[in-house]
């Protein structure tokens, strides 16, 4: 929309003339020229390559050969829902240390480390699982799958929306802190979610407009409290 707007602002400043030609000129021909950027930027073929060596990336502000070595980490990860909408899942990449990608777009979304996005999934035509098949074989434990690791920790069902539910966000960030503690392996973190959710209900949730079905989210927040106690349990047991 940018590249059109600028090539046709051009053009009109350039076919109706008025006081003022050359600096209509110089401001048409500026304008076109954006425009032709814009677009030649737009239409550049996208490229995301997975090999033995490293990643071949070719994308907007991004358009190199990234061997192995110079990773890190790779995440794959969904952000928290907004609204009760999932988002998009996404491929981010850690540097390795002494290595440099500009700009910084992201963090590690479980220890803040800065990153860089590398992939959106709602721009491709592969699955999450695809991407993450490849990235296993030639990654190695470079690469982590967040959204799997998720799914194993506690499998959220998806909740029905209505008026005069629990606060979608607010759901979500507790399901969110619950999976997040139980993929940890830590007991003493797990311990912690689990007191969050804990106060959080009993404080009752708040009520929003339009929110979740405040029966099926008590039953999920539920369940994700006896996870959590369950695992301590074990880790009690275990415990030399």
């Known amino acids: 929309m940018l590249a059109l707007v600028c090539v046709l602002g051009g053009v009109l400043l350039l076919v109706y003339p008025s006081d003022g030609a050359p600096l209509r000129m110089i401001i048409a021909v500026g304008a076109i020229a954006l425009g032709a950027l814009v677009l030649v930027s737009a239409l550049r073929p996208f490229r995301f390559g997975i090999t ?17 070595a110079e990773v890190d980490a790779l995440v794959l990860d969904e952000p928290p829902r907004r609204d009760g909408y999932s988002t998009a899942p996404r491929l981010l990449l850690v540097p390795a240390p002494g290595v440099t990608f500009e700009p910084v777009t992201a963090r590690h979304p479980i220890d803040g480390r800065p990153a860089i996005e590398l992939l959106v999934f709602d721009q491709v035509r592969e699955q999450p699982e695809q991407v993450a098949a490849a990235l296993t074989r030639c990654a190695g434990d470079r690469f982590v799958d967040l959204l799997a690791l998720r799914r194993a920790a506690f499998a959220a069902p998806d909740l029905s929306v209505g008026l005069r539910g629990y606060q979608m966000d607010r759901v979500d960030r507790l399901i969110r802190r619950g999976q997040d503690a139980l993929m940890s392996g830590d007991a003493a973190t797990r ?17 929003a407009k339009r929110g979740y079905n405040s029966y099926q989210a008590d039953a999920v927040l539920d369940a994700l409290v006896a996870a959590l106690a369950d695992h301590q349990s074990t880790d009690r047991e275990t415990a030399p």
């Open 52 to 68: 033995p060596d490293g990643l071949s990336v070719r994308r907007p502000g991004l358009r190199r050969e990234i061997p192995w």
């Open 191 to 207: 311990q912690a979610a689990r007191g969050e959710i804990e106060r959080a209900v009993a404080a009752r949730l708040p009520i």
